[in-house]
């Protein structure tokens, strides 16, 4: 019991003082990526977490837009949250890059008109690492705008690749690993699971 003890008081030591020099305070950037499921939920969850503490956030979906997902039917209504549905679903639904283009772009001038907005504390922008990987959007006008927003804005962005430059600017970055998925096994996709 004492030899647990020790361990644990010297242990407690070391986060003591991690934590005594973590001072600043200050808005993060955090990517979540990876190919596991679980991005955008974390996303919300955490938005969940930074609305509970009376935060005012914002959500815009880059890519899904297909199916109302149950984050969105949970969450349409709050007065704190402003949710946009701004994709047409992923590329291989679509099959039309121009329109995926110009949703796009008209999804990136409204993130952009938020990272400018003082009143917002939180902002989600699911799937947006597509963009990139698609080349429907130029990546430095958007690290630009990331690094040009208010100080106290905390900003996640999810998607399975992330671009070097963008990780290079981001404070937390998530890697979400696929060891199974029961899609694989034949199971269908299914509400209040994958959307």
């Known amino acids: 019991m004492k030899s647990h003890q020790d361990r644990m008081a010297r242990k407690k030591a070391v986060m003591d003082e991690r934590i005594a020099k973590a001072t600043e305070e200050r808005g993060v950037l955090i990517l979540l990526k990876g190919n596991g499921k679980g991005k955008s939920s974390s996303a919300f969850g955490t938005m ?6 009376g935060q005012r956030a914002a959500v815009i979906q880059f890519i899904k837009g297909r199916k109302e997902t149950g984050e969105h039917k949970l969450f349409r209504e709050h007065e ?4 946009h549905v701004m994709g047409h679903g992923f590329t291989w639904e679509t099959q039309d890059k121009d329109q995926d ?23 989600v922008f699911d799937e947006m690492a597509y963009m990139f990987k698609y080349k429907y959007l130029a990546l430095q006008p958007v690290i630009d705008a990331l690094q040009a927003r208010p100080a106290h804005q905390h900003v996640m962005i ?8 963008l990780e ?27 959307f």
């Open 168 to 194: 290079a600017i981001a404070d937390t970055i998530s890697n979400i690993m696929d060891e199974r998925h029961a899609f694989r096994l034949g199971v269908k996709a299914q509400a209040g699971i994958e």
């Open 48 to 53: 969940a977490r930074a609305v509970g503490h």
């Open 158 to 165: 999810t998607g399975r690749r992330m671009p070097e430059d």
């Open 80 to 83: 704190r949250i402003d949710w």
């Open 101 to 123: 283009i110009a949703a796009a772009e008209k999804a990136w001038a409204l993130a952009e008109r938020y990272l400018k907005d003082p009143s917002y504390d939180f902002l």
